[in-house]
């Protein structure tokens, strides 16, 4: 991912999310807590990571490393408004 382009510009597998005009991870950031959301997507990642070798192989790890990108945006933001 560029250093111009956001998470949600991205999506690794296809384009089912990308068709809707709310990205479910924003809504669920909207109904969740900062700590919550940062939580689902840590989840999310370690699922990717964990199943790779046993689903998808290297498009689980793009998956991984899209979902670490919205987490490194998150929580850059986070630490922003707490400066």
Do not use: C
């Amino acid at each position: 991912m560029s250093a111009d382009t956001t998470a949600n510009q991205v999506q690794v597998g296809g384009d089912h999310y990308r068709k809707h005009k709310i990205q479910p991870w924003d809504a669920f950031q909207d109904w969740m807590t900062p700590e919550q959301f940062s939580g689902f997507l840590r989840g999310s990642v370690m699922k990717y990571l964990s199943r790779y070798r046993d689903k998808a192989g290297i498009e689980d790890l793009k998956k991984a490393r899209h979902v670490l990108d919205k987490l490194i945006e998150v929580e850059e933001g986070i630490n922003k408004e707490r400066s």
